[in-house]
């Protein structure tokens, strides 16, 4: 059986007991704006009230996974703002990390900065071959304020985490699955991410 639910900027599906969460902002390049993390905080607090979901799932579409928060937005914060803003996406990325379901990042494409804070509080993260990763907010004189400067070194260790949030560069699949940022690269990814969600029903 097939439920779906589409907001604006989220889609999230249901099939069987797998809850797919898809980014749909293209043309934004899937960036995760104040109103997308409404979205998805009322999406996780639906799916993780429930007992007949075993796992979440999050992908993007096209060739973005997604874009980490909507610069325009961050451009328009204060000292406040920009506080409750960071803590906001600490406490939805939190919700991620300590789900009863498992949670499984299928990164299809870029994801940068905020985005890859968010595949960081996910239990597995499986790379398509085009996927790209980067902290960029070195080139904007920002850090990623969502969780990411702790779980980045923690999974792949302080040397590379830092060199990660200093240069701002951009790492292709193959090194991420080096460095172990990621366990698998795989074609297509999402249908390697419903085979390991499958198998918790068993």
Known sequence: MTASDTAQGL???IVDSI???RFDRPAKRNSLSQDLLDRLEKALSACLSRDDIVALIFIGIG???ASGADILELSGLNPESALAFSQRGQKIFQMIAVAPQITIAA???YCMGGALDLV???DIRIASSKAIFAHPGA???II???GGTQRLPRLIGK???LEFFITARRIPSDEALEIGLVSEVHDPVLDRAIELASITKE
Request: glycine share 12%.
């Open 63 to 65: 060739d973005v996974f």
């Open 144 to 146: 990623t304020g969502w």
């Open 11 to 13: 889609i999230v599906e």
């Open 19 to 21: 809850a797919i969460i």
């Open 107 to 109: 990164i299809n494409g």
């Open 120 to 122: 960081l509080a996910c």
């Open 159 to 161: 040397t590379r985490a």
């Open 139 to 141: 080139k904007l004189g």
